[in-house]
DNA sequence: TGGGGAATGATCGAAAACGATCATTTTTGT
DNA sequence: ACAAAAATGATCGTTTTCGATCATTCCCCA
């Protein structure tokens, strides 16, 4: 269990590794907190080398020096999506056309598969776009549509009409939670999970990822049944949740370590 | 030929790419100069949405790596984009409603245009839209569509009928080049030539802007013709071949300094 | 070679960010 | 439920950085 703190912390570095450079004022904006506090959680980052302070803000670093401290917990979590998105990097084939949906785990998933041959990628995340024009020569479509704040993406009813225009092999969609018990796939608001039920829909296999945190939170929109999905790429931190669940479902999620 | 400022901003951006963020001290002690020549030089690279200032440095922007050589192009011409710019950006009412094509002259008039309050955003430039999405908010649309490297725009079909689906009061339009003697506003290719067209049709006023090397060349697709169009927002290097057009034309032109 | 414009450097007060300290609130363990 | 411990917020003077202005140097071209 992360202690408020510790999430906060791991949250920071999260949306470090998105736009390279947060200032002060955008934290204490974002979690609601003093100076004081994101002074000392940067403050502690730094020491555990995850971040490097700047006068007004903290930039990422391009590699992660790793330490056995409580720093290993919050990498953890990288290096989970890390390994979560080289399993279903692996599942995409060369000549596959393949839709990303927003999130930070498929943004990770767009990273390995940038300089892959001959894939054709469609994208609603506006960083998983500018991630993939990084390298040239790519075939890539961006969904438009409103752009909203919170997951940096373009949704609403423009972008569900822009999806439905196509036919893609491999869906990659984010899950905000994932309720074991009731089989559901959940996401934070009903034009999230209006969106997503689009990708689903016009795509031949769906590929959910969700590190280990989804599953012990819960959040308001239902997405999809798990049985309707063709798998769920988890790390191991879910492997006990996912055993006490019934044999139907077990076999959905694949565990990356 | 590069001056030796602009060598030097292009090792400054070309530093960036590896570090991710520098201070002032580090560069003033590289390059040796002044703080003050860094400030002005953070300040320039940063007009031009090279990277981002922070208090005591500056950091890299996630986009793509520009070449030293193309960077430092970029740069150039500042003065008379910027200008160009200030003039659209006074053309825009509070709650206007936006389209702005892509091109860094473009760029430039949604940063003067960032943080106004009440304008509706649409536009099918990558850099323009992650721009916008600097300030929170914001009501900004993307336009969906095939992205092509030469300008990091959307466009094709998709981007096409996308833009079809609005009804904007004002278009900033990219011109690659005007002839004034045929009396054409041209782009590099049929296919931008469309997305073009159909930005003007949706489009209550159309304003091109365009600095004056854009009168000096010529391009393959005809976009629309001078007269049925807006104004035309320039800058003063064009002087001499507008006063040389017809009466009819030279109303069209608007000159910036 | 000398004049003029651009680039650079130096200096200043103002603004921003800093770290340290202490008061307050929240969490934890018993 | 209570006290100890931890986390957070507020405030202080200090340090750093900023932007603007002006003086100086450099460079181009007549």
Redesign the pocket.
Same mark, same amino acid.
């Given at each position: 269990m992360l @202690?408020? &703190?510790e999430d906060?912390q791991a949250k920071i570095v999260e949306l470090l590794r998105e736009r390279n450079f947060v200032?002060? $004022?955008t934290l204490t904006e974002r979690f609601?907190?003093?100076? &004081? @506090?994101v002074? $000392?959680d940067l =403050?502690e980052l730094e020491e555990a080398g995850l971040l490097r302070? @700047?006068? =007004? =803000?903290a930039v990422n670093l391009n590699q992660v020096a790793l330490d056995a401290t409580n720093a290993a917990r919050l990498v953890w979590k990288q290096t989970e999506k890390a390994a979560i998105a080289a399993v279903v990097a692996g599942m995409v084939v060369d000549g596959d056309t393949v839709l990303l949906d927003a999130g930070t785990t498929a943004l990770e998933v767009a990273k390995k598969l940038t300089g892959r041959s001959r894939l054709t990628f469609i994208s609603n995340g506006l960083d998983i776009v500018a991630e993939l024009t990084r390298v040239d020569g790519q075939s890539i479509y961006s969904v438009g549509g409103e752009y909203t704040e919170t997951n940096r993406s373009f949704r609403g009813p423009l972008a569900e009409q822009f999806i439905r225009q196509f036919n893609v092999d491999k869906l990659i969609l984010n899950a905000a939670s994932i309720d074991v018990d009731r089989g559901l796939i959940c996401t934070v608001s009903p034009v999230n999970a209006s969106v997503a039920r689009a990708m689903i829909e016009v795509s031949r296999r769906v590929i959910v990822v969700a590190d280990h945190s989804k599953f012990t939170k819960s959040s308001l929109s239902v997405v999809a049944k798990i049985e309707d999905v063709g798998v769920i790429v988890t790390d191991s931190g879910t492997k006990s949740i996912i055993d006490a669940a019934p044999e139907k479902l077990r076999k959905k999620f694949v565990i990356a370590n």
């Open positions: @202690t408020q &703190a906060r200032d002060i $004022r609601d907190i003093s100076v &004081a @506090t002074r $000392r =403050g302070r @700047t006068h =007004g =803000g």
